[in-house]
Each structure stands twice: as C-alpha cells, then as structure tokens.
T-cell receptor, first 115, second 117 residues
Framework: AQSVAQPEDQVNVAEGNPLTVKCTYS??????LFWYVQYPNRGLQFLLK??????LVKGSYGFEAEFNKSQTSFHLKKPSALVSDSALYFC?????????????FGSGTRLQVQP | DAGVIQSPRHEVTEMGQEVTLRCKPI?????LFWYRQTMMRGLELLIY????????DSGMPEDRFSAKMPNASFSTLKIQPSEPRDSAVYFC???????????????FGDGTRLSIL
C-alpha cells in the first residue's frame, strides 16, 4: 500500500520569507513523488516531480523539493514567498515497483502568504 | 494545448435525478482519471482508465456511480440516482500511459461543482 501525509493543514509565511510545505510518504517499493498546486475554483496544476537522480528537484514558479530517502520525505520549498503563492498544495506518491497503481494524494496544505 | 475539458462547470439538481459529468482528455493522453474532492474527505480517486479500459474502480462509492470511456477523447461519470451526499467537486485528469504507474504528471480539468438538493 502507498500513502502520503501532509502534517500541516495550513502554513503561514510573510512575503519575501522562505517557505516549506512538508510531505512524508510510504511505499513498498521506490517512490515517484509529485507536488501539485490548486488555486480557487481550478483543478490541480503540476509543479514538479521526483522520479530518479538528483535529490533536489526544481519546478515551476521558483519552487523546489528535496527527496530524502532516509526520512521518507519530499518537502516543498521556495526561497522567497510571494502573495500569489497563496493556494492549496498537494503532495502525491506513486510506487515504481507495484505496476498499475495510480497516484495517492495527500490531504493538502493551505499556504497563506501575508503581504 | 487545450487542456482537459470538463462539462458542465456547475450542476445543481434534486435528489433522485440522474447526473452525467463529461470529460475530454488532452489529445494523445491515454490514461484518464476521475476524482472527487470534498472538505471532509479531500481528493479521492474514483476510477481510472488506460486506453479506454477501466483498470481500477475500487474508489467508486457504490453502484449508483458508473463511468465509461467509449473512445480516447471522451469519458462520462454518471450518478443515478443522485443523493445529497454526492455533492462535491468532481475532477477529470489525463496523462500519458505511464501515469497509471505514477511516472507521468496528471493534467487536471477545472472540475464540475455538483450540488444535490
């Protein structure tokens, strides 16, 4: 079975400060990991993914995420937050080794960036 | 790229009525996913298709729900009869084949907001 946990329902950060949105995962094999963002009344939009290779993955809008196998984490980061980054963020995991399984999404973390 | 297109964007209907949600995936994508999003339960996978064939429908809540994909460019999710607890936002997403095993990103439509009175 695969699962993903986003321990924070909401993260508040001041504009210009660094932000981190946390994600931990559990898979029986090796993970594929994704971050998505959802703006109000819109579908989820792909931000970045980790498949293999470098543990630090860079994605859209200046976001990046670090894969940490020992801690089974894939935290989303950005060096300097913008008010426009305020949205709902989802982490998702897939399992490389179990064949035909769809992604499992976390419960989402609402990011609020204050001006 | 037109993106995933869902219709209608909003649907309000009375309990007991049949509801049909529609989805046009991105051309060339051959995996299609239906999700339901609520405040209480978050984002739930209902069913997904590869090459128009249903692969996993274990997330479909009950027999009132059915999904079809008659061709590569169209899918429907039907609820009959509908109940107030079916009220949610329903998303369709598509991806290249490897999306079914978690390799490729899924591209989401903007959803159908369904309200059952």
């Amino acid at each position: 079975a695969q699962s993903v946990a986003q321990p924070e329902d909401q993260v508040n950060v001041a504009e210009g400060n660094p932000l981190t949105v946390k994600c931990t995962y559990s898979v029986s094999g090796n993970p594929y990991l994704f971050w998505y963002v959802q703006y109000p009344n819109r579908g989820l939009q792909f931000l970045l993914k980790y498949i293999t290779g470098d543990n630090l993955v860079k994605g859209s809008y200046g976001f990046e995420a670090e894969f940490n196998k020992s801690q089974t984490s894939f935290h989303l980061k950005k060096p300097s937050a913008l008010v426009s980054d305020s949205a709902l963020y989802f982490c998702a995991v897939g399992d490389k080794d179990t064949g035909r399984r769809a992604l499992t999404f976390g419960s989402g973390t609402r990011l609020q960036v204050q001006p | 790229d037109a993106g995933v297109i869902q219709s209608p964007r909003h649907e309000v209907t009375e309990m007991g009525q049949e509801v049909t949600l529609r989805c046009k995936p991105i051309s060339g994508h051959n995996s299609l996913f239906w999700y339901r999003q609520t405040m209480m339960r978050g984002l739930e996978l209902l069913i997904y298709f590869n090459n128009n064939v249903p692969i996993d429908d274990s997330g479909m809540p009950e027999d009132r729900f059915s999904a079809k994909m008659p061709n590569a460019s169209f899918s429907t999710l039907k609820i009959q009869p509908s109940e107030p607890r079916d009220s949610a936002v329903y998303f369709c997403a598509s991806s290249h084949r490897q999306g079914a095993i978690g390799n490729q990103p899924q591209h989401f439509g903007d959803g159908t907001r369904l309200s059952i009175l």
